[in-house]
Every structure is written in structure tokens, then in C-alpha cells.
């Protein structure tokens, strides 16, 4: 089965640009998970869905930072107004989602700002 | 305090060796402890769960001390193949995951 998918792979924008990052989870998976992670840092929490429970945002650095996220699938990460501290490599994971289980990370979206 | 503390290395090591990398955590409501692995400019792959017994994969070993809110991971008979990023990773309840900044390991011929 397809693992978790992530898109583009890389993203070149310029500063104050608004992106999108889209993430496909695991079928069947209910639990998804955004992180990012800059140059030489660990892995940075920043949102969690849960079904249909209301997203844990407790991680966006900022409010130029949201995502959502339809039909208790896909889910979008959107940054306004990039800036350059904002380049990292935005990590997507998807899990079963009842509880403590493993998390399936996807290949990531280079983020690059100008 | 950093809430999970790894040592950032590299620990280089020759092919054959035995080697071991410790992490310590702070928060201890920590209830699940992994060690992930990810290589470089991949995505990290749970290598394996840390249980309070200790637990052994092939040539892995992991160990998690809750008192020293510490957790360690053994390789033996290190290959060439292990040269990655071990990242400790912490979990407190059902909710997200809490990552150290990793160990790079570099084992040569």
C-alpha cells in the first residue's frame, strides 16, 4: 500500500509569497501530524488532526501559519507572508490513530524562501 | 532544559563495533519512548520502541531507565548501513511526538 505522500517535494517562493503544502495520509488513518524541521534542528511539532475532534495547534509558530484539514484525509498547511525563517523541510505523518501507535512520516516538502 | 537532550556527535565508528547513544528527557509524564532513524535529507523511520523491561531487535538494544528519565540504544556488529541520524523521540499521552535532535552516526570500512 501507498505510504504517506507529500507535495511538491520542493517549493523555491519568495518572501512575503503565501504557500501551500499538501500532505496525503496513510488510507485509513485517522491521526496526521505536521512538523518541520530548519537545518541542524529536531523535529518542531506544529499541528495535529484527530478525526473529527478540533485540531491541537499549540505548535504554529505564528498566525501566518494554518492548515486544514477535508473529509478526514488530505490536509493542506498554508504559510502567509512567508519569510525567510520559515525555510525548513515541513514533515507530514499519518497514524491508526487510537492511541500511542507508530507514526509513518512522508518524504517531506523543501521549503526554501528567498 | 531542552525536553529531550541527545548527544549531536558524530560518533564515528569502524565496522564491527559496538556502540551506544544516550538521550535524557524531561518531562516525566513521558508515558512512550522510540528511537527513530532517519538518513540523510529522508524522513525519519521508526527503528524501534523503548519499553520499560528493555527490549532487543536483532543487533538493537534498547533500554529506558524512567527514575533517570533516560533512554539508550546499543548497536553491535555495526555496518555500514547504520551510518544515520538516531533520533530519540518522546511521547507524552496519545498526542504528538517530542523529538531530540538526533545522534549522527558514521560507521566506516
Known amino acids: 500500500g501507498a505510504g504517506v505522500s507529500q507535495s511538491p517535494s520542493n517549493k523555491v517562493t519568495e518572501k512575503g509569497k503565501d504557500v501551500e503544502l499538501r500532505c496525503d495520509p496513510i488510507s485509513g488513518h485517522t491521526a496526521l501530524y505536521w512538523y518541520r524541521q530548519s537545518l541542524g534542528q529536531g523535529l518542531e511539532f506544529l499541528i495535529y488532526?484527530?478525526?473529527?475532534?478540533?485540531?491541537?495547534k499549540s505548535g504554529l509558530p505564528s498566525d501566518r501559519f494554518s492548515a486544514e484539514r477535508t473529509g478526514g484525509s488530505v490536509s493542506t498547511l498554508t504559510i502567509q507572508r512567508t519569510q525567510q525563517e520559515d525555510s525548513a523541510v515541513y514533515l507530514c505523518?499519518?497514524?491508526?490513530?487510537?492511541?500511542?501507535?507508530?507514526?509513518?512520516f512522508g518524504p517531506g516538502t523543501r521549503l526554501l524562501v528567498l | 532544559r531542552k525536553e529531550v537532550e541527545q548527544d549531536p556527535g558524530p560518533f564515528n565508528v569502524p565496522e564491527g563495533a559496538t556502540v551506544a547513544f544516550n538521550c535524557t528527557y524531561s518531562?516525566?509524564?513521558?508515558?512512550?519512548f522510540f528511537w527513530y532513524r532517519q538518513d540523510c535529507r529522508k524522513e525519519p523511520k521508526l527503528l524501534m520502541s523503548v519499553y520499560s523491561s528493555g527490549n532487543e531487535d536483532g543487533r538493537f538494544t534498547a533500554q529506558l531507565n524512567r527514575a533517570s528519565q533516560y533512554i539508550s540504544l546499543l548497536i553491535r556488529d555495526s555496518k555500514l548501513s547504520d551510518s544515520a541520524t538516531y533520533l530519540c523521540?518522546?511521547?507524552?499521552?496519545?498526542?504528538?511526538?517530542?523529538f531530540g535532535k538526533g545522534t549522527m552516526l558514521l560507521v566506516s570500512p
Open positions: 505523518a499519518s497514524s491508526i490513530g487510537t492511541g500511542g501507535e507508530t507514526q509513518y
Open positions: 488532526f484527530q478525526g473529527n475532534s478540533a485540531p491541537d
Open positions: 523521540v518522546v511521547q507524552q499521552g496519545y498526542s504528538t511526538l517530542t
Open positions: 518531562n516525566s509524564a513521558s508515558q512512550s
